[in-house]
């Protein structure tokens, strides 16, 4: 049996600062503490659990004054007796219905220490009203006030007769709930009481009336209290008209929003947020809504998000309990909701019980610990799931007004042991990940996200970067703002000035006309200071020009194609660590992605340079996998020079937030050591959208020679989050199988465009694992053998230190640092095999020849088109080129010569050489005895990380006694660093070797030509030499091939 004990108000008391204690045997309990007022209202409802109602039970409810005083550098806490109300539990149970109807009682105050010993009856009024009376000269001089009370046994505020007559007429929303258990031995004893009928319906009706006016007309709570008239019926009645009012009232003033500003003012701001619960963060998000309208979106009564979110998840029978106001040493909101969770393929249809508690709620900050219940599923009494949702206000402001951050944590509580535990949390903890992606996507429906993702729009970024490249004469000022600029100005006015101020000194000692020596070691000593100033000026203006003049060819480019399209903002580099300390660098980037490069610009002599360059790839029909990125020294326009760290950046570990803002650690020996980085912003999108997918997957199809499907958009989500994968990847193929390793394991291997993933379940053990198709080395099939029971083995062998992540799934790891995969029992062994190949071949061809392939179907417009500097080698520059190279070649002088032929053996050899796109015009003779032409070819990355054209002349002409031929060649580089600022200059010699004339020798000579004065002449020199001297050896090696399988043909 259960009392409920309802405290409404209290009027006329002595003090302002009061609170009520009840006492129930030995239990107690007590209100809040009412401030600043002598007429408190509580508004607050208390539950005791007793057993049954026997004579001598009653309830004592004590008046309390609550006072703090200031002792030295302390507050002490003091409180003092104002009164007390004895209530008898037998005259609640001999009313109707086993509820006492809120009644005023007159606080007794003690006399010596003791109750005074009075007598307790009822008076009615003309309309049913109740006050009681306290008999007795002695304890009339002892009232201190009064206190509105209402007692029930055996239910909240139901009567059997079917009136409910608060909730259903004055709808008193009752709040404070708290239960204590209790046992009749232990009450107290009191008077009898004597049984009450129930008051007439007339004053039911009159307040009912009131109320709905006050709803719709929105009047003031009248707050002029009655007055006591000498009357004992005027008296009765004005007495329960007011409490009668206070009751209905309290619909306006008690629910979700007042338990907030009550925790609110009772001092919430001092307590500590919560930590997050130790299962980890299941959403961390930023909204642009203030942190009070995002928790009343998500908290308050009856809820839209709340029924959205049911029907989103299937959950049925939602039932929210209302908020109450749970009193312990600080208010507590709290209400109880239940539901029952939808059928799945493992668990029937559940019954959940959540209890929610406010924590805190200080108006700008709440937190929310949510306790849920399963008692239904297997093992569900063993553990409970526990939820903590924390709004906090964001720190930074945002133009569009306030913002929030949502963290919702999870951990799990058990009762008791049990060996199932790992695998309770591991289906909690992915049941969980996929409820709250559903309450995530829900929310964003509503509230704008301020994630990076949102913020930062591809061409708003790309927009930002450009605007903050620096202009050349803000760039000089930055470049040039430094000591040793200063102190040269500064000292060139001041010997400037001197000058102008002082006459012409008199020629002495070895002095003439035209030549002033110092006269002095101090002016020696000034000279050279103002000499070495000088030097180290323009050396800097040199540097600053050069890196002016000096562009990346692949900055600003647009991309071009449909497909997928590759965005990099290259944003600056931080610390950057040179391979020798002393040494100045200048560094540039390269960017690798499915074969093809992308350089940045030089920054010259920068160990945090700022590059603010936007490069973009040309399309490709299936999403990327990873992107490369390098850091050089500038050594050359063919040497990519000494690495100053590389990263790897794999798109399938990274989502697109984090893509949009990366700090990429650079790793090597030096970038480690000095933490290098870069920061780029990456952005990845699909122009072409399915179409791009049936594109690849008809690709697909002639390799593996049957029809492949697009999977369906719930498969395809299934398989994204099992493996975590971005949205972009989409499933091919999946095969039931083992994968072999101590003990065969099944499970379901799955192929999509980038990756082969592995899954298995058995007794929630679980096996996960993924690879990319770039990472395979090999793949071989094995003949059935014993061990694998008569089945065919797949092997699949992985690169050198790649698919590392997998290594747990491989059988085994060879010498050279190879993981080796093993997988058997396929359904259809053949068509399984083939596909995996197919789809090898497709991928890693794709990789390695999709340069070549793009450059030869594109229109080379104008292929011959030759600088104007070009001149043809005069006898004069002959005289004065180096010689880089020479050989002994088998056959004769015409032989030797096809290679400058424009025929099938030119072209074969340039192709292998690296050349791409190559084309040759005819000889056509331009004097006697000299003959012309023109080519034209890009060298692939392999020779130059720029890659770049070329454009050359050559002229042939015999030698001398028509011993061979001389071919004058100059070169024209193009798309390369400073390649417009030299040409090449190349000489052959091709003469008889021996007297039979069936061998024959070949000297190559070489010179640079400068059009440009710069600083790196010297460097780039010996780039250049030892790059064609390297090329040389090349060709004519393969030359010495192709003649010797031609002469092995010819004689077959």
């Known amino acids: 049996m259960r009392l409920y004990v309802y405290i409404l108000q209290a009027k006329d008391l002595p003090a302002k600062e009061t609170f009520a204690k009840f006492h129930v045997g030995k239990h107690k309990s007590k209100t809040r503490v009412a401030r600043d007022t002598s007429s408190p209202i509580w508004n607050e409802e208390f539950v005791f659990r007793i057993s049954d109602v026997d004579e001598g039970d009653d309830v004592v409810v004590s008046i309390l004054h609550h006072e703090q005083q200031q002792d030295h550098q302390s507050i002490v806490s003091t409180t003092g007796l104002i009164g007390k109300v004895r209530i008898p539990l037998c005259s609640i149970a001999a ?18 220490g003791k109750f005074v010993n009075i007598e307790c009856v009822t008076c009615r009024g003309v309309y049913g009203g109740r006050f009681w009376f306290i008999y007795g000269y002695e304890l009339y001089h002892c009232l201190s006030g009064k206190i509105l009370l209402s007692l029930s ?52 009706m009159k307040n009912f009336v009131n109320q709905i006016d006050k709803l719709f007309h929105k009047k003031e709570e009248i707050s002029k209290r009655l007055h006591d008239d000498s009357s004992v019926d005027q008296t009765v009645n004005s007495n329960y008209e007011d409490a009668t009012d206070k009751c209905s009232s309290s619909a306006t003033c008690t629910g979700f929003e007042e338990g907030l500003d009550l925790m609110q ?23 642009l809504v203030s942190p009070c309208d995002l928790n009343k979106y998500l908290f308050t009564p009856s809820s839209q998000f709340r029924k959205e979110l049911a029907e989103l998840q299937g959950l049925s029978d939602v039932q929210e309990g209302p908020w109450t106001v749970m009193q312990e040493d600080t208010p507590r909101l709290t209400r109880v909701v239940t539901y029952m969770r939808a059928a799945s393929k493992m668990v029937k249809a559940v019954k959940a019980t959540e209890n929610q508690v406010y924590r805190k709620a200080s108006g700008k900050q709440f937190a929310v ?54 695998m309770i949390e591991g289906g909690a903890r992915q049941g969980l990940r996929e409820s709250f992606e559903q309450f995530a996507n829900l929310l964003t429906k509503t509230y704008k996200t301020l994630d990076p993702a949102a913020v930062l729009d591809k061409d708003q970024v790309i927009a930002t970067v450009q605007s903050e490249q620096k202009t050349d004469l803000k760039s000089a000022f930055l470049y040039f703002w430094s000591s040793s600029v200063f102190c040269a100005v500064l000292l060139s006015v001041y010997v400037v ?36 100033l000088l030097e180290r000026v323009y050396m800097m203006t040199v540097h600053f020009i050069q890196a002016r003049l000096h562009r990346g060819r692949d900055q600003g480019v647009k991309a071009n194609g449909k497909g997928w399209i590759l965005t990099i903002a290259l944003i600056k580099g931080t610390n950057l660590a040179s391979v020798e300390a002393t040494e100045l660098f200048d560094p540039y980037v390269v960017f690798t992605c499915n074969g093809k490069t992308r350089t940045s610009s030089v920054k010259l002599q920068a160990q945090d340079p700022q590059w603010n360059e936007v490069i973009e790839f040309d399309a490709m029909e299936e999403p990327p996998s990873v992107l490369d990125v390098e850091v050089f020294d500038f050594d050359g326009p063919f040497d990519q020079g000494a690495s100053l760290g590389h990263a790897e950046i794999n798109f399938l570990k990274h989502t697109a937030d984090e893509l949009a803002d990366m700090s990429v650690p650079l790793v090597g020996h030096h970038a480690q050591a000095s933490q290098s980085k870069l920061q780029l912003r990456i952005f990845l999108e699909n122009k072409n959208g399915v179409e791009t997918m049936k594109d690849y997957l008809s690709k697909v199809e002639k390799e593996v020679g049957k029809k492949l499907n697009i999977r369906s958009p719930q498969k395809n989500s299934a398989f994204q989050k099992l493996f975590g994968l971005p949205h972009e990847e989409f499933l091919l193929k999946e095969y039931t199988c083992y994968l072999k390793r101590k003990l065969p394991v099944q499970g379901k291997l799955f192929l999509s465009a980038r990756i082969v993933a592995f899954y298995s379940n058995v007794f929630g053990h679980k096996t996960k694992f993924y690879f990319l198709w770039e990472d395979i080395d090999d793949i071989q099939v094995l003949p059935p053998t014993f061990a694998s029971l008569g089945s065919p083995l797949l092997l699949i062998i992985l690169k050198k230190n790649r698919g590392l992540d997998a290594k ?34 497709t991928r890693t061809l794709s990789v390695d020849h999709r340069a070549q392939i793009a450059e030869e179907d594109q229109d080379v417009a104008d292929p011959f088109l030759l600088p104007e500097a070009v001149a043809v080698v005069s006898d004069t520059d002959a005289l004065m080129m180096s010689k880089v190279y020479t050989c002994d070649l088998p056959g004769d002088v015409e032989l030797v010569m096809k290679i400058f032929g424009g025929g099938e053996l030119e072209r074969k050899i340039m192709e292998k050489s690296g050349c791409l796109s190559y084309a040759s015009t005819t000889w056509e003779s331009k004097k006697p005895g000299i003959y012309e032409r023109r080519l034209s070819y890009k060298y692939n990355h392999y020779v130059s990380v720029f890659g770049g054209g070329v454009t050359c002349t050559q002229q042939k002409s015999p030698a001398p006694n028509d011993e061979g031929w001389i071919i004058n060649e100059i070169v024209a580089l193009h798309d390369v660093p400073f390649g417009d600022h030299f040409r090449v200059h190349i000489r052959y010699e091709v003469k008889k070797a021996g007297v039979d004339c069936k061998t024959s020798k070949c000297e190559v000579y070489l010179k640079i030509r400068w059009l440009k004065t710069i600083k790196f002449e010297q460097r780039i020199s010996k780039s250049i030499m030892e790059k064609f001297r390297n090329r040389f050896k090349v060709i004519f090696d393969l030359f010495q091939k192709e003649s010797v399988a031609n002469s092995s043909l010819t004689l077959l």
Not at 369 to 376: E, Y
Not at 499 to 519: A, R, T, V, W
């Open 95 to 112: 009313e109707e219905n086993q509820t006492l109807l809120p009644t005023w009682f007159v606080i007794e105050k003690l006399s010596d």
């Open 153 to 204: 046994l055996q239910g909240k505020w139901e009567s059997t007769s079917g009136e409910k007559v608060l909730n259903d007429k004055q709808d008193i929303n009752l709040e404070g709930v708290k239960e204590l258990q209790g046992s009749p031995k232990d009450l107290i004893s009191s008077k009898d009481g004597r049984r009450r009928k129930h008051h007439d319906g007339k004053h039911i």
């Open 265 to 287: 003012s009772c001092d919430s701001e001092r307590e500590e947020m919560p930590e997050n619960l130790q299962g980890g963060i299941l959403l961390d998000q930023k909204y």
């Open 369 to 422: 610990f949510v306790s849920v219940s399963t008692p239904d599923v297997p093992y569900g009494n063993t553990f409970k799931i526990e939820l903590l949702y924390k709004i906090l206000p964001e720190t930074e402001p945002t133009a569009d007004g306030e913002s929030s951050r949502l963290i919702i944590s999870w951990g799990i509580q058990f009762n008791q042991s049990t060996i199932m535990k790992g």
């Open 497 to 532: 000035a001197h000058m102008l101020h002082c006459e012409p000194s008199k020629i002495q000692g070895f002095e003439f006309y035209g030549l002033d020596l110092p006269d002095s070691f101090g002016e020696l000593l000034s000279s050279g200071i103002l000499v070495l």
């Open 808 to 841: 747990h799934g491989a059988k085994s790891q060879d010498d050279e640092g190879r993981l080796w995969f093993y997988f058997q029992s396929f359904v259809s062994f053949d068509a399984t095999s083939r596909t995996i190949m197919a789809l090898w071949k």
